[in-house]
């Protein structure tokens, strides 16, 4: 008798177990831009849903975008959208597109040393300089400084969102230095009045943004200007899964895209969807 009862409480006690001990990982990986963001939406969502674990790293939308064509990640973050021959490879694994969903707004910006002169560039001259035909700040109306130039790998979403949109396609200047990371592309600026580099607007921390010039407009990356497109290097900000998300991602998907997932967009310094 006392065996079976043993038995009947080992069943109890497995029955009333947390459901935490049993809910699998939902993994993240991609966007270096995005990574704080959706760092910050993890730590909010586990709070909330405490039977839920988030693990989220970054490595570049390129990155996470190659994970999720081979399944080792359930979310590819990523700060540009996914190429038809990207995507095909899912779509030839899967028999079916990944999806696509918008979360976040931003504007690519171009940084420089908060004690450069210069405070507006016009998109051609951003251009120019980024192909290596503006090579010194008294070009654009700043001192008579050569221009060190600071880009990404190109396994950023960051750097091809540019290459694309800046460059129509065309190939960085050879002087152009790439950095690994947002981080040492700001660490970098800040400590030389020379230098220029881009990414998204939350990172321009302690150094300072370069508006877009238009006619005679000089424009910010403000949430107005960049939810509306005024800003021109305005975009959006993805999450792709395979497949139409399970359950348990579309959780968290609805978290990130709800009222309280959108004010951490606007904490961490992103512009919400709406």
Not at 58 to 66: E, H, M, N, R
Not at 82 to 111: H, L, S
Not at 249 to 272: H, K, M, N, W
């Amino acid at each position: 008798m006392k065996i079976f009862q043993n038995i009947f409480c080992a069943i109890a006690v497995a029955t009333i177990a947390p459901i935490s001990a049993y809910a699998a990982t939902i993994t993240v990986k991609g966007s270096d831009t995005m990574v704080i963001l959706t760092q910050r939406w993890a730590e909010a969502f586990m709070k909330k849903y405490p039977e839920h674990k988030v693990q989220v790293t970054g490595g570049g939308s390129g990155t996470g975008i190659a994970a999720l064509q081979n399944g080792t990640t359930d979310i590819a973050t990523s700060s540009r959208p996914m190429k038809p021959a990207e995507n095909d490879k899912i779509r030839a694994q899967t028999q079916a597109p990944a999806t696509e969903t918008a979360v976040a707004k931003d504007g690519v910006t171009f940084y420089v040393n908060s004690k450069n002169g210069v405070s507006a560039l016009t998109i051609e001259q951003l251009r120019a300089i980024y192909e290596g035909d503006i090579t010194n700040w008294k070009q654009v109306g700043g001192k008579d400084e050569t221009l060190v130039l600071y880009s990404r790998e190109n396994s950023s979403g960051t750097y091809v969102f540019v290459k694309d949109h800046l460059l129509n396609g065309g190939d960085f200047a050879a002087n152009a230095q790439t950095l690994a990371g947002t981080a040492a592309v700001v660490n970098a600026i800040a400590k030389e009045p020379r230098d220029i580099g881009y990414n998204g607007a939350a990172y321009a921390k302690g150094i300072k943004e370069l508006k877009v010039q238009v006619g005679n407009n000089a424009i910010e990356a403000s949430a107005e200007n960049v939810k509306s497109g005024k800003y021109p290097l305005s975009r959006d900000l993805f999450f792709y899964t395979r497949h139409k998300p399970s359950s348990d991602l579309q959780r968290f998907l609805d978290f990130c895209l709800s009222p309280e997932g959108q004010a951490i967009v606007t904490t961490v310094g992103y512009y919400p969807l709406k």
